[in-house]
């Protein structure tokens, strides 16, 4: 079982699966609770296959998947959340 210690490390490896899954120009980065990855190309169909990917792939990696959370923007969208952030 994975405590508070091992939960960087965990973001990490997670980091790495998420890379496997992209395409070139895509971009996966480690957060303090997560990662984000960013498909400029992808569409939102397109966005949930790469997320279910992402998903399959850390389950098939590690004996006890993790809970996995996606949630999709579009840019129009995006830009409606950073100006909220403002």
């Known amino acids: 079982m994975l405590g508070p210690a091992h939960f960087g490390e965990t973001i990490l490896f997670a980091q790495e ?31 949930e296959q790469i997320a279910t990917e992402i998903e399959r792939t850390i389950a098939g990696t590690v004996k006890s998947a993790p809970r996995v959370a996606f949630e999709i923007y579009t840019a129009k969208e995006m830009g409606s959340v950073i100006e909220a952030m403002r």
């Open 17 to 47: 699966i998420a890379i496997q899954c992209l395409r070139p120009g895509d971009l996966a980065a480690a957060l303090a609770d997560g990662i984000v990855v960013r498909l400029p190309e992808a569409d939102r169909p397109a966005a």
